[in-house]
């Protein structure tokens, strides 16, 4: 039976976006979790997030944040229930915020608004280490976040005392300078400066895991490859999976109880974040 929903899902995601995900969502259980909505962590239209709480939490896990992607312009914390269930069924808590988008943000305001969240998520759990989790724009905003500590340093946050690790999916780390005339206008240097995270590998960061596609066009798997890399040649963590078959978007949809059987990617995240030291030492390397 699972697999026959499976394919049915998985056809609906590759006709449409907005659609299978409401679908998605709606065959969800929410049995696993406890939902906090719209708790702010600013003064903003957008400076809110989604708290949910596991029914039956894995002891000394860490707080999991969560950031959506959609180019920086679009994507909205309430369309994912789907994955939150996907991590609160295995027993962790999950936060996930919205941030401002362009036009109103460009760059850099939208990670000052994500380093606000995880100060709110420090807060509210704060005998807990935090994992913080992004796809695609959401993955370049958390690794932005580890790499240069200067966004979470400005919300008070101590970035090697808070942050336990990384997990960044299909995230664009600056191989190529940007062309697209929107992207521009977000990021005017074009990923050929600060604003690029291959540019900002310079200090400790918690360890990253960071997951691609194969058959992702959006953003290629060689992002993933050259971040990887060069943190590992400074003396920092990282690991990179590329997931054969898996488009840009299938690393979202995978993390779903209905899919995460279709590759290793779930388990995978989760090995990673229980390989994580829970004490109060720094995680920086």
């Known amino acids: 039976m699972k697999t026959k929903l499976s394919l049915v899902l998985a056809s609906a995601f590759a006709l449409a976006a907005c659609a299978p995900v409401a679908i998605l969502n709606g065959i969800t259980p929410a049995s696993t979790f406890d939902r906090t909505k719209n708790v702010s962590f600013g003064t903003g239209e957008r400076d809110v997030m989604d708290i949910y709480r596991a029914d039956e939490p894995k002891a000394d896990a860490p707080v999991l944040m969560f950031v959506h992607g959609g180019s920086w312009d679009s994507g909205s914390k309430d369309i994912y229930k789907f994955l939150a269930e996907g991590f609160t069924k295995s027993g962790y808590d999950i936060v996930v915020p919205n941030y401002t988008l362009y036009p109103e943000a460009k760059f850099p305001n ?3 608004d994500n380093a606000r969240a995880v100060a709110e998520t420090a807060k509210t759990f704060p005998d807990r280490k ?8 959401g993955a370049y905003n958390v690794l932005m976040l580890a790499l240069r500590d200067e966004y979470l340093r400005n919300a008070e946050v101590k970035l090697c005392e808070t942050v336990a690790g990384v997990v960044a999916l299909a995230a664009p780390t600056g191989i190529v300078p940007l062309e697209s005339e929107r992207l521009i206008e977000i990021f005017p240097d074009r990923f050929t400066g600060e604003d690029a995270a291959l540019n900002n590998v310079t200090s400790p960061t918690p360890p990253l895991f960071l997951g691609h596609g ?12 050259a971040l990887a890399e060069k943190v590992i040649a400074r003396g920092g963590e990282a690991v ?19 899919f995460d059987g279709d590759t290793n990617l779930k388990s995978d995240i989760v090995k990673f974040i229980d390989s994580l030291p829970s004490s109060d030492r720094n995680h920086c390397k």
């Open 130 to 137: 935090i994992v913080l989790m992004g796809h695609s724009a």
């Open 110 to 112: 939208f990670l000052n």
């Open 214 to 225: 194969e058959s992702d066009t959006t953003v290629y798997p060689k992002n993933s490859q």
């Open 240 to 258: 990179v999976e590329v997931y054969p078959g898996q488009s840009h978007t299938d690393v979202v949809k995978v993390l779903s109880r209905h």
